[in-house]
């Protein structure tokens, strides 16, 4: 089992930056792979970004292709979202998640963080 735990979140305006970070407990970190979900109020949670446990591979949703960084650094057993030239539209709660699927739908993924708030002004 691993726990996880986002943060980095915060308010910026259009056009700035923010790098999440996502924290996880336990010894087996490495084992998992790692996605980044966002969730806007009235909506339905959607995929960002994913990485392979071994970081080999990385996937990213089109709306933040160009713009959002994920990484991992196993030895600290964290992994990052860097993201750049925000827009309002990016505005949600963020989520990171460990499964072992590489898959970028919220049920592919075993174990989740509490989220950590983004918030956009333009």
């Known amino acids: 089992q691993v726990q996880l735990v986002e943060s980095g979140g915060g308010s910026v305006q259009a056009g700035g930056s923010l790098r999440l970070t996502c924290a996880a407990s336990?010894?087996?970190?490495?084992?998992?792979?790692i996605g980044w979900f966002r969730q806007a109020p009235g909506k339905e949670r959607e995929f960002v970004a994913a990485?392979?446990?071994?970081?080999?591979?990385?996937y990213y949703a089109d709306s933040v292709k160009g713009r959002f960084t994920i990484s991992r650094d196993n030895a600290k057993n964290t992994v990052y979202l860097q993201m750049n030239s925000l827009k309002p539209e990016d505005t949600a709660v963020y989520y990171c998640?460990?499964?072992?699927?590489?898959?970028?739908?919220?049920?592919?993924?075993?174990?989740w963080g509490q989220g950590t708030q983004v918030t956009v002004s333009s």
């Open positions: 998640a460990a499964g072992w699927l590489f898959g970028t739908k919220d049920n592919e993924y075993n174990y």
């Open positions: 336990g010894r087996t970190f490495s084992r998992y792979d």
């Open positions: 990485i392979r446990r071994s970081g080999s591979n990385i």
